[in-house]
T-cell receptor, first 112, second 115 residues
Framework: KAGVTQTPRYLIKTRGQQVTLSCSPI?????VSWYQQTPGQGLQFLFE???????NKGNFPGRFSGRQFSNSRSEMNVSTLELGDSALYLC???????????FGPGTRLTVT | AQSVTQLDSQVPVFEEAPVELRCNYS??????LFWYVQYPNQGLQLLLK??????LVKSINGFEAEFNKSQTSFHLRKPSVHISDTAEYFC?????????????FGKGTKLSVKP
């Protein structure tokens, strides 16, 4: 089976812009979770989608949003970018949202 | 709520020496436990998992971890490390059951294997 894929791998944006990141889960996996990784805060959970519904949400401002499509692919959007949004954004998929999660290579977002 | 503490942020070790990366967790409910490894500029790779059954779990590349419920620990060990084991290792937990699909991670331990 193909692994989790994320596009794009690298992004450079300017403060105030918005960005959309994409994630394709492993075939058959219905749960997609998003995480932000920074040197200072480590790995932090953003949100989880299961069967097109947001099932769980971390402690991030409303500028961070996401959605899931009927084929389980997911997108996350960050509006009004801030310098502090610079991070590696990781997507993970799992069969039901419990147990092990499998991660993609991440999208490196740099906000200037 | 759950939390994970990785007691060492960096562990330097010589090649072929044994290593232990420590992980303790706190949770009021039952959890699943994981170790993930991250190589530079890559995502996380699942290294080991404890879901149920035997408390000692092993990976195909020689790592093992033991779940100790009384000490709420899940330490990662390898009897002889290689240069290629140089990476950052993350311990993580997820709540057992329910609908919470979010892993709680420790801050990570950077393992540096020197020749």
């Amino acid at each position: 089976k193909a692994g989790v894929t994320q596009t794009p791998r690298y992004l450079i944006k300017t403060r105030g812009q918005q960005v959309t990141l994409s994630c394709s889960p492993i075939s058959g996996h219905r749960s997609v979770s998003w995480y932000q990784q920074t040197p200072g805060q480590g790995l932090q959970f953003l949100f989880e989608y299961f069967s097109e519904t947001q099932r769980n949400k971390g402690n991030f401002p409303g500028r961070f949003s996401g959605r899931q499509f009927s084929n389980s692919r997911s997108e996350m959007n960050v509006s009004t970018l801030e310098l502090g949004d610079s991070a590696l954004y990781l997507c993970a998929s799992s069969f039901l949202g419990q147990g092990e999660q499998y991660f993609g290579p991440g999208t490196r977002l740099t906000v200037t | 709520a759950q939390s994970v503490t990785q007691l060492d942020s960096q562990v330097p070790v010589f090649e072929e020496a044994p290593v232990e990366l420590r992980c303790n967790y706190s949770s009021s409910v039952s959890v699943y436990l994981f170790w993930y490894v991250q190589y530079p500029n890559q995502g996380l790779q699942l290294l080991l998992k404890y879901l149920s059954g035997s408390t000692l779990v092993k990976s195909i590349n020689g790592f093992e971890a033991e779940f100790n419920k009384s000490q709420t620990s899940f330490h990662l060990r390898k009897p002889s490390v290689h240069i290629s084991d140089t990476a950052e290792y993350f311990c993580a937990v997820i709540r057992y059951g329910g609908s919470q699909g979010n892993l709680i991670f420790g801050k990570g331990t950077k393992l540096s294997v020197k020749p």
